[in-house]
């Protein structure tokens, strides 16, 4: 077993995702996200895939629409989508207004990005980027912008989280947007948890509660994250709000918590950086 930052190459993240009518996992099923069901048509419009490749197309991350010409994710995510120094990846694009990744009626492009000046991979603290457009996108039905929660959520807060991570650790990517209910856990609950996955993992990892939250799900075993699902939003279902960021966990849905970037957290960094369709860091411009 071993810490995993979620994404499908070069290092693993958070991946696992769906909601729903629970799967035995004692059962024989197809291939399916552990635990979840795909979620429905037009269920998560602000969630975009970031893709990559010309001629063969990769899944790397989750990311969500913050403003028209925003787009949230984690800062592992961008970082594993560079080519040179500070430069994105040519082919990369995001992928919006569908619940398949591999559409290509609607892909956007990205002019730059920013991750937050303490994003530290070593500890995976600070595990916020955004990405600017190239574009301002048109307005459809079959996307929208997601308000960010900048208040302090309790634990306790019924949620759910979509995306195209593995079905199980190395399995493939869904085709289609999965769907995932979990509920916030408090921070006791929370250090238990991570304590005896890194003692299993013979690591060292903790959970600052001031810039991320966990979460599991009702059931435990067999139901949560695994690679992929990095960048994907975590959304309050009282307030509708992103309250956060899959970020890492312990791959995957063995019982352990996930963990995810703390949207509140950051409020000076979001807020300073969309009020401004044009802000890019010079660096990454």
């Known amino acids: 077993m071993f810490l995993s930052i ?44 970031l893709v990559f490749g010309t001629n063969i197309v990769n899944f790397m991350c989750g990311a969500s629409i913050v403003s028209e010409c925003h787009v949230l994710t984690a800062a592992h995510c ?22 398949e990744w ?21 500890i995976l603290k ?3 980027g955004v990405l600017f457009l190239s574009e301002k996108l048109s307005r459809s039905d079959k996307w929208n912008i997601i308000p960010l929660e900048y208040d302090w959520v309790e634990a306790g ?23 995932l209910y979990v509920e916030t856990i408090g921070e006791e609950e929370c250090a238990q948890g991570v304590a005896k996955a890194s003692a299993e993992d013979y690591g060292n990892h903790y959970v600052d509660q001031n810039l991320e939250i966990c979460t599991m799900h009702e059931k435990g075993n067999g139901f949560g994250m695994c690679f992929g699902d990095s960048g994907s939003a975590l959304v309050s279902l009282s307030s509708g709000k ?13 019982g352990a918590p996930d963990m995810f970037v703390r949207v509140s957290g950051f409020k000076e960094f979001l807020k300073d950086i969309l009020k401004d369709c044009d802000k890019c860091a010079e660096k990454n411009e």
């Not at 807060?157 to 769907?179: F, N, R």
């Not at 309250?243 to 063995?254: H, M, N, R, Y």
């Open 6 to 49: 979620i994404t499908t190459i070069s290092f693993t993240l958070l991946g696992h995702l769906v909601i729903g009518g629970p799967i035995k996992v004692s059962q024989d099923i197809t291939p399916q996200i552990v635990g979840g069901v795909e979620a429905p048509i037009n269920y998560a419009p602000h969630m975009m895939a």
């Open 78 to 99: 961008i970082d594993a989508l560079m080519g040179d120094v500070n430069t994105l990846l040519p082919s990369l694009r995001g992928v919006y207004g569908s619940n």
């Open 102 to 122: 591999r559409s290509t009626e609607k892909n956007a492009t990205f002019k730059g990005y920013i991750n937050h000046e303490k994003w530290n991979i070593f």
């Open 126 to 128: 600070n595990d916020i």
């Open 157 to 179: 807060e019924k949620s759910y989280v979509t995306g195209w991570g593995t079905l199980w650790a190395w399995g493939p990517h869904p085709p289609k947007l999965q769907l």
């Open 242 to 254: 992103q309250i956060g960021i899959v970020s890492w966990g312990f791959p995957c849905a063995l």
